[in-house]
Structure formats: C-alpha cells, structure tokens
C-alpha cells in the first residue's frame, strides 16, 4: 500500500518593530495646596491623594500667602485708576508679588484712588481668641505729591460690616518693609465666611503719575481654643475638555469620637458642594452636592477640597471618592479617583491669650462693590 503524506510548514517571518508610547496627561489632576498645615502624596499621574491635615491651636488661614503660585485664590476690587496684578519676581522678594498698580489722573486739584487685594475666608468652627497678620510690603512708585497708607481687614458679605485695621503710612521705597497687625477677632463669629482684604489707598494732588503697592508676603493666623483646621486639602485642575461635574463620596472612616469636619467642594467661581459632615466622630452625611468644574485662567486652579475641623483630640482616617463625569447627573463618561485624608493634631503654639491691640473695629459699610470683584492680571516688569 502506498502510504502518502502531506507535510504542511508554516513559515512566520517577523519584521523588527519599534513602538514609541507617549503618556496622556489625565484631563483632571490633583495638585497639592502649597500649605505648611497639608502634607500631600500625589499617585502617579495625579490621580490619587494621600492627605495629611494637621489641626492645631494655631491655624493659617490664607491660601497662597507668598503669591508663590501665580494669581491663585486672590481677587480684586479695582478703583478708578487702581487695579491688582501678579508679578512673577520682583527685586528683594521672596518670589511672586501682588501689585496695585495704576497711573492715577488729578482732576480739580487731587483726586483720591483706593483698591483692594482680597481672599475670601472660612471661620474655624472652633470659636477664635486672637489673631495677626504679618506682611511684607513696599511703595514702589507714587506721582509728585502724594499722601498714602494701607490697611488690612475683614468684610462681611452678608451684612456689609467690615473690621480694618489702623492705616500704615507709607512711603516710596525701593526696599521691602515687615511689619505685625495685631487683630481683635471679638466680632467674627465660628464657621462663618469672610473676605479678608488688604487696602491701598493714596491721595494725589497737582500732578497726575503711577501708582504701584506691592505686597511680597501677607500671613493671617488665628488662635482658637481647641485644635482647628480651615482650610484647604487638595487642589483640582482641568487641564482639557471640560466642563465636567464633581462630587465626593465618603466610603470608609476610623474617626476620633470627638472629631467634628465639614468637607466641601469649591470651585473657581466659588460656587460650593453641600458639605459631607462628621460630628461627634460620626459621620452625618456622606456625600456632597454637584459642583461643575472646568479650565480656569492662567494662575488658578479649576477648584478644590475644602475642610473646617475641630475638636480633634485623636488621629481621624477617612476614604474619599473624588468622582466626575461629562454629563449633569452623573451621566456620560464617569471617573473615580480615590482620595485618603489623615486628621493629625499637633501642638500649637500660643492661642488662648487675646493678641488684640493697635486694631479697631468699624461698623460701617465698606466701599467693596462685590460685583466688580476680579482676578488679578499678570504684569512683567524689568527687575
């Protein structure tokens, strides 16, 4: 018998290859506030955060004190010929710089120009004893004849009450001053929101000319009676597409019994979630409302993750959902990026003791228009 067979080969020829992969940047990043009280550990990419708060007895209460971080959480109340810009670097500072800046126009004689650096705040929950504010400063530029001072202070949005300061005189220098403000916090009430505001004001007579306040560093730091922390955790950022929606879950906690938080979403526009809340070291609610988000000017980030604690005794551990998505209502693409919060309290320094003195409280109405508040522009100058 004749035996056939078929041989079948396969033959496989391969052909050298090279692949270049190139990351892409997530549209929405996590980005750490810059604050001494907030340590952060960014996951790769950006998309995760390991956040340690420390509550203390001695709280900061600015973001972005040293205008390190471009023109972020700073607005503006603009005057007639006064407006508010960011430096990048100026000579003798410590790094970015706020600026009042303008040519101020003398009409019949003199003319008087103000404008206001402002940030807006939220009260520890924690009640308040006593308070300073350090800040670095300069007149850099000022007409012929002129007459000027600054003060800083607090305004209340809902009342129009305003607390401001003793005025600081000043004068043309191309050097940096210092100097401490002592604030009577009598009539700030816990958990409230204020704007705290720095004011330049200058007379001008006879001649017309440029006007330019810079302020290198402003520092506002509260002493309250038990450990307290406002302020912000974690800053967010849209880097493409956009608008998407936003809203925290809690998931998990190890909460000190006498923990009582608030955690809100902000964004730029300084629309805020309905907070999750813990009192007690139970938690209340466990998630907040929907908050839109987007690209946001040059200088500022899109939004952020903003906590008022106190009563804080024991470490507190909480798991955080930071949820987004394309469409309203949590439609359309959705993603989750997981977010830890550790609660630390640390030893402060001072606070039960009043740091009032060489500050008044007016009960007037403050010349701030709140509809003609904006962000600062970004101004080079020749160092």
């Given at each position: ?282 938690p209340v609610s466990l998630d907040t409302s929907e908050v839109d988000i987007s690209i946001a000017p040059a200088g500022y980030s899109s939004g952020w993750i903003y906590l008022v604690l106190s009563k804080s005794d024991g470490v507190s551990r909480l798991t955080l959902e930071f949820q987004y998505y394309t469409v309203s209502g949590g439609g359309g693409a959705n993603v989750t990026y997981p977010v830890t919060i550790v609660i630390d309290p640390v030893d402060g320094s001072g606070g039960g003791e009043s740091l009032g003195g060489g500050y008044t409280q007016v009960i007037r109405d403050l010349e701030l228009n709140l509809t003609s508040i904006t962000i600062l522009g970004i ?5």
């Amino acid at each position: 018998m004749l035996s056939t067979r078929f041989v079948y080969a396969c033959v496989s020829v391969y052909y050298p290859v090279s692949v270049e992969v190139y990351p892409v940047e997530s549209p929405v990043i996590f980005l750490d506030p810059g604050r001494s009280d907030v340590a952060v550990s960014l996951g790769p990419n950006s998309v995760s955060a390991d956040v340690t708060v420390y509550a203390s007895n001695v709280v900061d209460m600015l973001n972005n004190p040293d205008f390190y971080s471009g023109l972020d959480y700073w607005f503006c109340d603009p005057g007639d010929y006064l407006s508010c810009y960011w430096l990048s670097g100026d000579a003798g500072a410590s790094g970015g710089v706020g600026d009042i800046y303008g040519y101020v126009e003398v009409a019949n004689i003199y003319t008087v120009d103000d404008a206001y650096l402002l940030q807006f705040i939220r009260m520890p929950s924690s009640p308040v004893v006593g308070g300073v504010v350090n800040i670095v400063y300069k007149l850099y530029d000022a007409p012929y004849i002129y007459s000027s001072y600054f003060t800083v202070g607090f305004y209340d949005p809902q009342d129009g009450l305003v607390w401001e300061s003793v005025g600081v005189v000043l004068s043309v220098s191309d050097a940096y001053k210092s100097t401490s403000i002592s604030v009577d916090v009598s009539g700030l009430e816990p958990g409230r929101e204020y704007i705290f505001f720095i004011h330049f004001v200058i007379l001008v007579t006879l001649w017309s000319g440029y006007a330019d306040f810079r302020v290198d560093y402003v520092q506002l730091t509260f002493n309250t009676q038990e450990y307290s922390f406002s302020g912000i955790g974690l800053k967010v950022n849209v880097t493409s597409g956009g608008p998407y929606y936003t809203r925290l879950v809690l998931r998990g906690w190890d909460l000190d019994p006498s923990l009582d938080c608030n955690i809100t979403f902000i964004n730029r526009d300084l629309t805020e979630s309905t907070p999750i809340v813990i009192k007690d070291g139970a938690p209340v609610s466990l998630d907040t409302s929907e908050v839109d988000i987007s690209i946001a000017p040059a200088g500022y980030s899109s939004g952020w993750i903003y906590l008022v604690l106190s009563k804080s005794d024991g470490v507190s551990r909480l798991t955080l959902e930071f949820q987004y998505y394309t469409v309203s209502g949590g439609g359309g693409a959705n993603v989750t990026y997981p977010v830890t919060i550790v609660i630390d309290p640390v030893d402060g320094s001072g606070g039960g003791e009043s740091l009032g003195g060489g500050y008044t409280q007016v009960i007037r109405d403050l010349e701030l228009n709140l509809t003609s508040i904006t962000i600062l522009g970004i101004r080079e100058v020749r160092m």
